[in-house]
Nanobody, 124 residues
Framework: QVRLLESGGGLVQAGGSLRLSCAAS????????MAWFRQTPGKEREFVSA????????YYRDSVKGRFAISRDNAKSTVYLQMNSLSHDSAGDYYC?????????????????WGQGTQVTVSS
């Protein structure tokens, strides 16, 4: 059973930075994609970023390109999302997700495993 545990959310001022972490356990293969999704009240969960575990290639939604960076630590089975220049639009509950295989997709229904989420609040 794959388990994902997020951490690193919190309160940050606009323009500030946060780093989210997602530790994965129970995996038996390295052929997978890990991703971050964001959800705000009344809205659908939306894709933010993903990384192909074997290559470390990162993918981003347009609105976070140049501000967010996704990375992974193989030894710790952990993926990180470094978020810089945070704006109010960046606030929400961030969920870590994983899917088997190496195809990167923004479709949340393709992801098999989900963490419990971590909240990011951006203040003025």
């Amino acid at each position: 059973q794959v388990r994902l545990l997020e951490s690193g959310g919190g309160l940050v001022q606009a323009g500030g930075s946060l780093r989210l972490s997602c530790a994965a356990s129970g995996r038996t293969s390295s052929s997978y994609v890990m991703a971050w999704f964001r959800q705000t009240p009344g809205k659908e969960r939306e894709f933010v970023s993903a990384i192909r575990w074997t290559s470390g290639s990162g993918y981003y939604r347009d609105s976070v390109k140049g501000r967010f960076a996704i990375s992974r630590d193989n030894a710790k089975s952990t993926v990180y999302l470094q978020m810089n220049s945070l704006s109010h639009d960046s606030a929400g509950d961030y969920y870590c997700a994983a899917k088997d295989g190496l195809v990167v997709t923004t479709d949340l229904s393709e992801y098999n495993y989900w963490g419990q989420g971590t909240q990011v609040t951006v203040s003025s």
